[in-house]
């Protein structure tokens, strides 16, 4: 069985950090490609970062480039979303996903954790 399990959560001022975690199991981690997405209420998930495990390649949104730093440690099953600079719109939902190839568009994800709450206060 598949679990995703985010971590890493909470309350934190505008300008602050964050990291989140995403710890995988049942899957071959290094066969899939995992992924950031973000729902805000009212709004569509949407994709904030993803890492390519065959390439290590990494993609993220325009809105969080030079600010959010994706990473994985194979040894640990664990996928990071390092959130810095953080702004009040950066506040939402936030889930990982994995996918068979590295991909922006939440259809191509077969995997979800249940996510993790971030809130940026001003």
């Known amino acids: 069985q598949v679990q995703l399990v985010e971590s890493g959560g909470g309350l934190v001022q505008a300008g602050g950090s964050l990291r989140l975690s995403c710890a995988a199991s049942?899957?071959?981690?290094?066969?899939?490609?995992m992924g950031w997405f973000r729902q805000a209420p009212g709004k569509e998930r949407e994709f904030v970062a993803a890492?390519?495990?065959?390439?290590?390649?990494?993609y993220y949104a325009d809105s969080v480039k030079g600010r959010f730093t994706i990473a994985s440690d194979n040894a640990k099953n664990t996928v990071y979303l390092q959130m810095s600079s953080l702004k009040v719109e950066d506040a939402a939902v936030y889930y990982c996903?994995?996918?068979?190839?590295?991909?922006?568009?939440?259809?191509?994800?077969?995997?979800w954790g249940q996510g993790t709450q971030v809130t940026v206060s001003s």
């Open positions: 049942g899957l071959t981690f290094t066969g899939y490609a």
């Open positions: 996903a994995a996918s068979r190839a590295v991909a922006t568009t939440r259809e191509l994800y077969e995997y």
């Open positions: 890492v390519s495990r065959y390439s290590g390649s990494k």
